[in-house]
Nanobody, 115 residues
Framework: QVQLVESGGGLVQAGGSLRLSCAAS????????MGWYRQAPGKERELVAR???????NYLDSVKGRFTISRDNAKNLMYLQMNSLKPEDTAVYYC?????????WGQGTQVTVSS
């Protein structure tokens, strides 16, 4: 089992920025893919961005050019830099890794963007 802890959420005005962090138990170098998901009230959880161990990235279309995912294997941390935030980005953001076929999730961090 992998323990994941997200931090960095908060309340921000539209156009502002936040950086989310995900701390993992043990080395993240063992994870081929890590990702950020989000879930807004009344909506399904969706993939926001993911990054491979080689540094390849994929993004949800609506966040391309505004969000940047990165990982620091030496510090066992994954980040999501979010710029030009919009009210529709409001959601609980979750860190995810799949390890030995099982999905592991953090507790989530709330991001609220006011208009």
């Amino acid at each position: 089992q992998v323990q994941l802890v997200e931090s960095g959420g908060g309340l921000v005005q539209a156009g502002g920025s936040l950086r989310l962090s995900c701390a993992a138990s043990g080395s993240i170098g063992r994870f081929a893919v890590m990702g950020w998901y989000r879930q807004a009230p009344g909506k399904e959880r969706e993939l926001v961005a993911r990054i491979t161990s080689g540094g390849s990235t994929n993004y949800l279309d609506s966040v391309k050019g505004r969000f940047t995912i990165s990982r620091d294997n030496a510090k066992n941390l994954m980040y999501l830099q979010m710029n030009s935030l919009k009210p529709e980005d409001t959601a609980v953001y979750y860190c995810n890794v799949r390890y030995f076929g099982a999905d592991n999730w953090g507790q989530g961090t709330q991001v609220t963007v006011s208009s």
